[in-house]
């Protein structure tokens, strides 16, 4: 019924940027907040940074700085733009949505599949 589709991972070098793209579909009828999380191999996932339907934003406090999240709601779309990247930043990186969908009008958390962010030279 609904599904996160996230884009823009890749390989990059140190101090290079990258720009990720996720993008909700299906019966929704609203999207409360969106966010971005990682996880490297062998860690835990964590949270990057959340964007609320009003546009307030949270980030995880090292990534304050190089990371912004932005979000577009008529397009049920967010984003994250990775400045200054650091060989730590190799990640699989998750979309998260907190949607209300049509069909209840409850709200759940979706998830996308994830994309590859490799930073290395």
């Known amino acids: 019924q609904v599904q996160l589709v996230e884009s823009g991972g890749g390989l990059v070098q140190p101090g290079g940027s990258l720009r990720l793209t996720c993008v909700a579909s299906g019966t929704i009828f609203k999207i409360n907040a969106m966010g971005w999380y990682r996880q490297a191999p062998g860690k835990q996932r964590e949270l990057v940074a959340a964007?609320?339907?009003?546009?307030?934003?949270t980030y995880a406090d090292s990534l304050k700085g190089r990371f912004t999240i932005s979000r577009d709601s008529a397009k049920n779309t967010v984003y994250l733009q990775m400045d200054s990247l650091k060989p730590e930043d190799t990640a699989v990186y998750y979309c998260?949505?907190?949607?209300?969908?049509?069909?209840?009008?409850?709200?759940?958390?979706?998830w996308g599949q994830g994309t590859q962010v490799t930073v290395s030279s």
């Open positions: 998260k949505g907190a949607i209300v969908i049509v069909e209840t009008l409850g709200e759940f958390d979706a």
């Open positions: 964007i609320t339907d009003d546009g307030s934003t």
